[in-house]
Nanobody, 119 residues
Framework: QVQLVESGGGLAQAGGSLTLSCAAS????????MGWYRQAPGKQRELVATITSVGSTNFADSVKGRFTIYRDNAKNTVYLQMNSLKPEDTAVYYC?????????????WGQGTQVTVSS
């Protein structure tokens, strides 16, 4: 069973920065993709950013130009660098990993880390 452990959340002021980390319990380059999602109170979980096994990235329009996703395969960790934070970025952030093995698709999720941005 794959475990994903997020860290780095907390309280930040608007305009500030935070970096989230997601440590996986196994080597990450075998995942087809990893990513970050977030869920604000009363809202559905939404995509923030993804990175594929070959390094292609994708971002939600709301975070383009402010957030960066990158991976360190040696540390089996994916990061989300968040700059120019806004109060609307407040949410629980979840790390995810996706793989297809032998035609079987699997999704894995972390427990989430709270990010709160004050105005």
């Amino acid at each position: 069973q794959v475990q994903l452990v997020e860290s780095g959340g907390g309280l930040a002021q608007a305009g500030g920065s935070l970096t989230l980390s997601c440590a996986a319990s196994r080597i990450i380059f075998r995942f087809n993709a990893m990513g970050w999602y977030r869920q604000a109170p009363g809202k559905q979980r939404e995509l923030v950013a993804t990175i594929t096994s070959v390094g292609s990235t994708n971002f939600a329009d709301s975070v383009k130009g402010r957030f960066t996703i990158y991976r360190d395969n040696a540390k089996n960790t994916v990061y989300l660098q968040m700059n120019s934070l806004k109060p609307e970025d407040t949410a629980v952030y979840y790390c995810s990993a996706f793989e297809v093995v032998g035609g079987l698709k699997s999704d894995y999720w972390g427990q989430g880390t709270q990010v709160t941005v004050s105005s």
